[in-house]
């Protein structure tokens, strides 16, 4: 077999079979295929696209790359969720012990953030002592005992699409459907779990801006997922205004640990109600949404979700105080109140660029070796549709450097828009499949 036939075929708008996707994959993981064969193949994926079966059988080859975790030592349906990422998703850290407090084992791999703010593990780091660097036979055994265990991703895991990712990123082949999905799915099918549900974000501080791509990802995902053997569900929500109120590491931890208590983020407690409840109608816990919401409002009222997260924390190193007394996380030297400019209806806010404020005041990451400066972000106190009085506070900027808090503010303001009107409420969720 050789790469020259598989690009001129791909190229010629043909399907590449099962075997050729298979040597492609082994080969260029073993580092026999150079890097131009593969761009040029990956641009002429990108133009001539691939059909469900070729994508299928470039996940699969991917997944096989390296070692698939094996959780059947696990009790019960494993049930793992993904999020297509934005800003101030803080999701996992309130979904994942609610759901495991309703008996749903989560045994889940998480990773570190490169952006403007960290990943969950950088999060949960915002406890003290707590670490994910455990073997798997402590996350198996924590999963059978409390329900809960979260680990880092491990190198072996799916290790094509870590070397394919880092070249599509630099040859302009990132954005192609097939290609996406099969990068995220092949690292979901490797980490073992039974069923699969995915909150795929659109809107400006999502990957997926319009509506109609991130349905269209949702789909591919979907049909990956069911072709493999998942039970798949998957929820297109809104990322057009960050998350909740709260951006930044320490500061997501205190806003999930509030949903928990029961007075979270109304936008964020709609959503992490709404994964939540598909996640116990795939392990079986409930028939439908309505009674799955009920089972999860229950368990924040009667404390079950709160001790679940303090029990989780504790298991993997952590004092787990911190969860009854949030006031002891991390905290920044400095708040500084960002006025408003002007009076009127706050119509648009730019959310990716507040997601730039994040991370210039140091609570994220330009390259993988910098330092996550945990304690400072963002709190919002104004939001879409929200009224405003000139010189009204529309934020708190978390700081331990004047200057860079000064290079942060005057990034905000140019993320809000103003309105005399009040704009029309988008919903959280757009729609399932």
Known sequence: MRMYDLIRKKRDGERLAKEEIDWM??????????????????????????????????????????????????????????STGGVGDKTSLALVPLVASCGIPVAKMSGRGLGHTGGTIDKLESFSGFSTAI????????????????????????PADKKLYALRD????????????????SKKLAAGADAIVLDVKTGSGAFMKSEEDAFALAEEMVTIGKNAGRQMHALITDMDQPLGYAIGNALEVKEAIATLNGSGPEDFTE????????????????EDVASAEKMLRQSIQNGDALRKLEAFVRAQGGTGEEVSHPEKLPAASMQIAVPSPQSGYISHIQCDEIGVCSLLLGGGRETKDSVIDLSVGLELKKKVGDYVEKGETLAVLHANDQEKAGQAEERFLRAYRFSETQPPKRPMIFGEI
């Open 25 to 82: 994959i082994r080969s260029y993981t073993n580092g026999e295929i150079p890097d131009y064969q593969m761009s040029a193949l990956m641009m002429a994926i990108y133009f001539r696209g691939m059909n469900e079966q070729e994508t299928l059988n470039l996940t699969l080859a991917m997944a096989d790359s390296g070692e698939r975790l094996d959780l059947s030592a696990i009790h019960g349906i494993k049930v793992d969720k993904h």
């Open 135 to 158: 073997p798997v036979e402590t996350f198996i055994k924590n999963v059978n005992t409390i329900g809960i265990s979260i680990m880092g991703q491990t190198a072996d895991l799916a």
């Open 170 to 185: 630099v040859t302009a082949t990132v954005d192609n459907l097939s290609l996406i999905a099969s990068s995220i799915m």
């Open 271 to 286: 959503l992490v109600l709404a994964l939540g409840s598909r996640m116990l109608i795939a392990g079986k816990k409930a």
